[in-house]
């Protein structure tokens, strides 16, 4: 539960010495109950204050980093629906790989890890990690570890019962940041490993109440790079145990629950993958090990994940600005659009497929799409205009045709005494229709 401001106070060294930045204790206490400060900023804060501010503001999902440097993490998520708050962390996508697969296949499925890549609204994704399960031959298993993390540089999900056989790998790959998978019963031989090399642990239980006695024992012992890995035989049972351990973290504060899950898809049938994978990221998934590369599944995976993970009180936008599509002259023709991203990445995506060159003006709308943000006066005359003159794009320019979007067609009249140097165009309503509409009107 958070703490007020005066319950923080009561933790504080009460020297009003201002080190912190705060005129007083009690200042910086409010701070702290806002989130907008930390305990490390007060220099005399004792241990005690330190051990109950970090259980009081402890997310009820433990944020877990993985990965070279650290740079992934899943996790810290404090709400159980979107429309809540936020998602935070999207759950990250692997590749699974087994022991027993062919060369062929093994290339394959490596290659496609290092040079699989999908462009959506100008963020760039790719997979993320490697699984690896160990079935019969242990030196194989270390042998092509070593050949994965040579070849990607991506964190390893080492899915292996031999102790030795992950003990070597772990030798190898030391500064991968990877993901050690236990059971209950080698848990405390791959904890040590997993200290020894800074890796996180997926512990694989059959139950709950095993998960349950196990994270607590493992917390106790000041291990928390831990992600739940469950055994379900259905796509029911999966979405229901996701969804008990999730709301047992978050509405009821059982810490032993509130870590991320990681789960290895099952089936290879490429729709029964895609329902489960579907359904782990809507419900709560925090790694996602796909059987087989697919580029088709993987974009629509991406596309989702984003649309989920995306914060539903802010709309994804560009920056505002004039940007180049093309080889644009002085002669070129202007387009204008909002910063919402899609919008933005559409309409400059048709212009380019026109085959001509030209400049696009985004003017900031909050990131508001072109009729929402005329709605809310974002996306007008004065502003566009104001926008134009800021950039001193007339100025530039010998020819000046700027072309708006159909939707708005009302504005042109304003925009014309706004601009009287510039000839206002009205363009198709359509993004689809710029291609026929710069064929007709301006070629």
């Known amino acids: 539960m958070a703490l007020t401001g005066l319950q923080i106070n009561k933790l504080l060294p009460g020297t009003n010495c201002k080190e912190c930045g705060s005129n007083t204790c009690l200042a910086f206490a409010m701070k702290l109950a806002a989130r907008k400060a930390q305990i490390t900023e007060c220099p005399y804060a004792s241990e005690e204050a330190h051990r109950i501010l970090f259980e009081a503001t402890e997310p009820p999902v433990r944020a877990v980093y ?82 994965v993390w040579n070849r990607c540089n991506k964190p390893l999900v080492l899915n292996c019962n031999d102790v030795n056989s992950v003990l070597r790998v772990c030798e190898k790959i030391a500064n991968s940041g990877s993901i050690l998978c236990c059971s209950i019963e080698n848990c405390d031989q791959f904890i040590e490993i997993a200290q020894k090399y800074n890796f996180a642990l997926s512990l694989h239980v059959n139950t709950l109440d095993e998960l349950f006695t196990k994270v607590t024992e493992m917390r106790n012992r000041g291990f928390f790079q831990i992600f739940l890995q469950f055994t379900t035989y259905s796509l029911s049972e999966h979405f229901l145990t996701n969804t008990i351990v999730r709301s047992a973290a978050i509405k009821y504060g059982i810490k032993s629950l509130g870590f991320p899950f990681l789960r290895f898809v099952q089936s290879g049938d490429i729709w029964e993958s895609a329902i489960e994978s579907i359904t782990e990221i809507l419900k709560y998934g925090g790694i996602i090990i796909l059987p087989n590369f697919d580029p088709a599944l993987l974009a629509s995976l991406f596309t989702l994940r984003m649309n989920a993970y995306s914060d539903p009180q802010k709309p994804i936008q560009v920056d505002p600005n004039i940007y180049l599509i093309g080889d644009p002259t002085k002669n070129s023709p202007v387009f204008v659009t909002t910063n919402f991203s899609l919008t933005y990445f559409v309409v400059s995506g048709e212009i380019e497929n026109s085959g001509i060159s030209a400049y696009l003006v985004v003017p900031e709308c909050e990131g508001m799409s072109v009729l929402t943000a005329w709605a809310a006066g974002k996306f007008t005359a004065p502003k566009i205009a104001s926008f134009i003159n800021e950039k001193k794009l007339t100025d530039m320019l010998e020819t000046k045709r700027l072309i708006i979007p159909g939707y708005v067609a009302q504005i042109s009249g304003e925009l014309s005494e706004l601009l009287p140097e510039w000839d206002i165009l009205v363009g198709p309503q359509e993004a689809s229709d710029i291609e026929s509409f710069v064929k007709s009107r301006l070629l």
């Open 66 to 147: 993985f990965g070279p440097n650290k740079k992934f993490v899943v996790g810290e998520e404090t709400v159980l629906y979107r429309h809540e708050k936020a998602f935070v962390h999207p759950p990250r996508i692997g590749l699974h790989i087994l022991e027993t697969d062919s060369d062929m296949l093994f290339e394959e499925k490596l290659d496609a890890a290092v040079n699989y890549t999908y462009h959506r609204v100008g963020e760039e994704f790719g997979i993320d990690c490697i699984a690896l399960t160990c079935e019969k031959n242990n030196d194989l298993f270390v042998n092509r570890a070593e050949t």
